[in-house]
């Protein structure tokens, strides 16, 4: 009995696992994985180096 429970715990979490790389490799409309329906923004590294310039030459 506590082998089966096992196994559909495993199949459940493997189902998820594999919902979620689905959801994130076919993204539709810029939104992102999380479900939330907003569109993720992407990471600017360059807005990043900025910051990070301007807090050295404040220090």
Sequence with gaps: MQEILIFLLFLVA???????????FST??????KG???A??????KK???ELEQKQLAK
């Design 28 to 33: 539709k409309g810029g939104s992102c994985a």
């Design 48 to 50: 990043i180096q900025k």
């Design 40 to 45: 993720c923004s992407t990471i600017d590294f």
């Design 14 to 24: 493997a189902a998820y696992v594999v919902r979620l790389l689905y959801r994130s």
């Design 36 to 38: 939330c329906g907003s």
